[in-house]
């Protein structure tokens, strides 16, 4: 699978960079009925519930990221990310691929572009680090 990185945002409209860990894994859930966004994806951590968005305006979406429209279509309803970067206001984090290993390297698989990405719910297996 090729390497996804997306721009998480909004995050200071609920706990701010606080709940952002380098190599911390959160949950991406699609809001197909956010009133705002028809391609909203919402960013969670369990026990805490919605902690940013996945950027989806050209004013938020880093260099080298893709937005939720972007990406919207090629999500199961949930998957996972790692965080990789934390900035001043947003955070970078690494789309997971569904069967994440820690001996496995994600560099060397292509992804087509008509292809699902998909990853386990946290409600089946937990998540590390949760807290904060």
Same mark, same amino acid.
């Given at each position: ?13 609920? &706990? ?30 369990? &026990? ?8 989806? /305006?050209?004013?938020? #979406?880093?260099?080298?990221?893709? /937005? ?14 790692? #965080?990789? &970067? ?23 698989? /292509? ?20 807290? &904060?």
């Amino acid at each position: 699978m090729k390497n996804i990185f997306i721009t998480i945002t909004g995050i200071n409209h609920y &706990f701010g960079k606080k709940p952002f860990e380098i190599g911390r894994t959160v949950s991406l859930i699609k809001e197909p009925d956010n009133p705002y966004d028809k391609e909203a994806i919402g960013v969670y951590l369990p &026990f805490i519930d919605k902690i940013g968005n996945v950027a989806n /305006s050209v004013n938020t #979406v880093y260099a080298g990221t893709q /937005s939720a429209g972007r990406i919207y279509d090629k999500l199961e309803e949930e998957v996972y990310a790692q #965080v990789m &970067f934390v900035t001043h206001s947003s955070v970078i984090a690494l789309i997971l691929p569904p069967d994440v290993n820690e001996n496995q390297d994600r560099d060397t698989d /292509s992804t087509p572009q008509n292809e699902k990405i998909t990853s386990p719910s946290y409600k089946k297996e937990p998540l590390s680090k949760i807290g &904060f």
